[in-house]
């Protein structure tokens, strides 16, 4: 089975803290992904990495950043944490687009609170 | 200051009923589109994919229909039941990158 490890699932750090999520699959996927989740509004996609070194800004890029120095780990950092970066952050991965069994494999998420 | 969230939609139905979960999709270049469920505490979970060469495909309770003409997808679970409670959400992807645009979701309550 995929799985997609999220390194904490519960997080309180407070305001201006820099923050580092960690996230790790195990099936050799070429993309990974990291994604906010907040009542109301749905996935929205932060960052995003087709390769290694590799990353692509998402909708909502303000305020964070991404390192994927290996394959399989892709880490979200936030520089300067702020109140309205709490949120569910959800990492998923993938195999690139071409193939044909292209659905992303989430973790379980890590809900972070900013005091 | 934080943002207020929107309610989700939400679709109540009987145990043992039909449930209909319908989602429109932006961008007709789409070539591939997912449904996912998420119950409470948890990452969404795949149920089922059709590519925009097809129209229908159906899994084990679960069938997904796709409108390409109006841009419309939509989740039928047969026989409802209280583990399907969860929030679905649809996504579409374009293009070559596997980018998953995710729709806003609709929460799922069955009532015994």
């Known amino acids: 089975d995929v799985k997609v490890t999220q390194s904490s699932r519960y997080l309180v750090k407070r305001t201006g803290e820099k923050v580092f999520l960690e996230c790790v699959q195990d099936m050799d996927h070429e993309n990974m992904f990291w994604y906010r989740q907040d009542p109301g509004l749905g996935l929205r996609l932060i960052y995003f990495s087709y390769d290694v070194k590799m990353k692509e800004k998402g909708d909502i890029p303000e305020g964070y950043s991404v390192s994927r120095e290996k394959k399989e780990r892709f880490s979200l950092i936030l520089e300067s944490a702020s109140t309205n970066q709490t949120s569910m952050y959800l990492c998923a991965s993938s195999f690139e687009g071409a193939r044909e069994d292209t659905e992303a494999f989430f973790g379980q998420g890590t809900r972070l609170t900013v005091v | 200051g934080e943002s207020v969230g929107l309610h989700l939609p939400t679709l109540s139905v009987q145990e043992g009923d039909n449930s209909i979960i319908n989602c429109a999709y932006s961008n007709s270049a789409s070539d591939y589109f997912i449904w996912y469920k998420q119950e409470s505490g948890k990452g969404p979970q795949f149920i089922i994919d059709?590519?925009?060469?097809?129209d229908k495909r159906q899994g084990q309770r679960v069938t997904v229909l796709l409108n390409k003409t109006v841009k419309h997808l939509s989740l039928q679970i047969a026989a409802t039941q209280p583990g399907d409670s969860a929030v679905y959400f649809c996504?579409?992807?374009?293009?070559?990158?596997?980018?998953?645009?995710f729709g806003k979701g609709t929460k799922l309550s069955v009532k015994p």
């Open positions: 996504a579409e992807n374009i293009g070559s990158q596997g980018n998953l645009i």
């Open positions: 059709i590519r925009s060469n097809m």
